[in-house]
């Protein structure tokens, strides 16, 4: 078995090289980078979060949150993979079917010249002068993983609502956000939403922050590894939804909704419900 996690751009082409020689292996991909057509079929088994559904899920719990507007941060790079910039188009319409204004900023590339602490920079810098010019019932989303921790930061400083990371999970940005040391409940999920909450109450931010009560992304992982091992051993079917959700549902310890990209492909999209922090617990 070989796990990819992420299947970044170039892992077609590793794929297609190892098949040359052991096509035996299992090949598990989650969160595929490149053409999700492509990997549908390329792959044993791929994993990702449903982007294509969270486009209207998002928009709908920022705006039960108290969101009038909904700022989108992310930049050319991002917007050309497909599921993102359909999960951008969902976005906009349902912005639109409820009435709230959807505004696109372009970030820094974090693989730019300027790095990471450029683009952190960029947006410790931006959501105060977004929040002066639109108010306070703003929400903000970034599609890059290394924008959350600035992004959640500014905005419990500055009074904006935060939904959900590109990539959900108790242990995305939140904790550095807030300045929480976690390591002594490392993978205790229940501890760390409770301790994110506590902290998110004291600095006045009860139900305008919210994730998914589980790191999605290291759940596909191991789900997806877990299922690989029992197809190697007869137990399960590696493309079996039920088989799939079964197992996901043991790694997250909640309900999960999967979906198939295409009716006989080997990519699966999961959906997990949110927990608001101040509201939920």
Not at 206 to 221: D, K, S
Request: proline share 6%.
């Amino acid at each position: 078995i070989i796990a990819i996690c992420q299947a970044v751009p170039g892992t077609a082409a590793a794929i297609d090289k190892i098949r040359q020689t052991r096509d035996d292996i299992i090949i598990v991909a989650v969160s595929p980078h490149e053409d999700p057509a492509m990997m549908d079929k390329k792959t044993d088994l791929a994993l990702d979060v449903n982007n294509l559904a969270r486009g209207a899920a998002i928009v709908r719990l920022a705006n039960a949150m108290g969101a009038t507007k909904l700022l989108h941060y992310s930049f050319p790079r991002h917007m050309s993979m497909e599921l993102l910039a359909k999960r951008r188009e969902q976005m906009e319409e349902e912005c639109e079917r409820l009435g709230m204004e959807f505004i696109f900023v372009t970030a820094p590339d974090p693989t730019g010249p300027d790095g990471i602490p450029g683009a952190q920079k960029f947006i410790l810098e931006d959501v105060p002068r977004q929040v002066e010019q639109h108010g306070k019932d703003i929400a903000v989303f970034s599609t890059n993983c290394g924008m959350q921790e600035p992004l959640i930061a500014a905005a419990l400083e500055h009074g904006a609502i935060f939904a959900e990371q590109c990539c959900p999970s108790p242990t995305h940005g939140y904790p550095a956000a807030l300045g929480l040391d976690v390591s002594g409940i490392a993978g205790d999920m229940p501890k760390i939403v409770a301790a994110i909450e506590e902290k998110i109450i004291e600095k006045g931010g009860a139900g305008r922050f919210a994730t998914w009560p589980v790191p999605i992304n290291m759940a596909l992982l191991r789900a997806g590894i877990e299922l690989a091992i029992e197809a190697l051993e007869g137990k399960a079917e590696l493309t079996n939804i039920d088989d799939l959700t079964r197992v996901l549902e043991q790694e997250t310890g909640v309900s999960v909704d999967i979906q198939r990209y295409s009716e006989d492909g080997n990519l699966f999209l999961a959906l997990v419900s949110s927990v608001v922090f101040g509201l939920d617990q």
